[in-house]
């Protein structure tokens, strides 16, 4: 007879900074490419004065604020394919006997 009490992995879990770093680490590198293909063709003063004219934004701050917005994106891309790639078997259990 099987035994359903105890919860059985096909592998132990990952450390908390090995999960945070596969996520953070290649979307980091996505970032800063998509930042230089972005940057080498719109000019981030042009980019603000298109969209917020009376806000006084910095070449190198409107860099930085670009990096951080392609960062975002590419780590929610990462976590949401980590997300889809955790082992069934964490949360598909076989039903206990009845």
Do not use: C, K
């Not at 900074?17 to 953070?24: D, F, S, Y």
């Not at 003063?45 to 009376?54: G, H, I, S, V, Y």
């Amino acid at each position: 007879m099987a035994d359903h009490t105890a919860p059985r992995f096909d592998h132990p879990p990952r450390p908390m900074a090995q999960r945070v770093g596969a996520i953070l680490w290649p979307s980091f590198f996505a970032a800063g490419v998509a930042t230089m293909v972005f940057f080498a063709f719109v000019d981030p003063l042009a980019l603000r004065d298109m969209t917020f004219p009376n806000i006084e934004i910095s070449r190198g701050l409107g860099y930085s604020i670009g990096f951080f917005m392609f960062w975002l994106a590419t780590a929610a891309s990462s976590l949401f394919t980590w997300i889809l790639l955790r082992p069934a078997s964490r949360f598909n259990r076989p039903l206990p006997p009845q």
